[in-house]
């Protein structure tokens, strides 16, 4: 094997591990941020119409739904890369080597 080729996927490798932590960090990240920001809008607006807690609880419970929805298609995707089996990103080093 080529020292250029084991270069190459040991650099694909690495990239792929770094794409994974930010994928899944980020998601985490920005799901913190925005239960937060939810969670602070959604008391601001209870206290000063309490008569809307009701509907106002029900469209925070479907926002919340939304914004985990985006971080857990995001962890997935890292998952997917991490336990998945064939790196497509390797697949293709692999085949541009061979041909």
Same mark, same amino acid.
């Given at each position: =094997?080529?020292?250029?080729?084991?270069?190459?996927?040991?650099?694909?490798?690495? =990239?792929?591990?770094?794409?994974?932590?930010l994928?899944?960090?980020?998601? #985490? !990240?920005?799901?913190?941020?925005? !239960?937060?920001?939810?969670?602070?809008? !959604?008391l /601001?607006?209870?206290?000063r119409?309490? /008569?809307?807690?009701?509907?106002?609880?029900?469209? =925070?419970?479907?926002m919340?739904?939304?914004?985990?929805a !985006?971080?857990a298609?995001?962890?997935?995707?890292?998952?997917?890369?991490?336990?998945?089996?064939?790196?497509?990103?390797? /697949? #293709?080093? =692999?085949?541009?080597?061979?041909?």
């Amino acid at each position: =094997m080529d020292m250029n080729l084991v270069a190459q996927v040991a650099n694909v490798q690495s =990239m792929t591990s770094l794409a994974i932590a930010l994928l899944i960090g980020m998601a #985490a !990240f920005g799901t913190a941020i925005g !239960f937060g920001l939810l969670g602070g809008k !959604f008391l /601001e607006g209870v206290s000063r119409q309490p /008569e809307l807690a009701g509907m106002l609880t029900g469209r =925070m419970f479907l926002m919340a739904g939304l914004l985990d929805a !985006f971080s857990a298609i995001s962890i997935a995707m890292g998952l997917m890369l991490l336990f998945g089996g064939n790196n497509p990103l390797l /697949e #293709a080093v =692999m085949q541009a080597a061979a041909g």
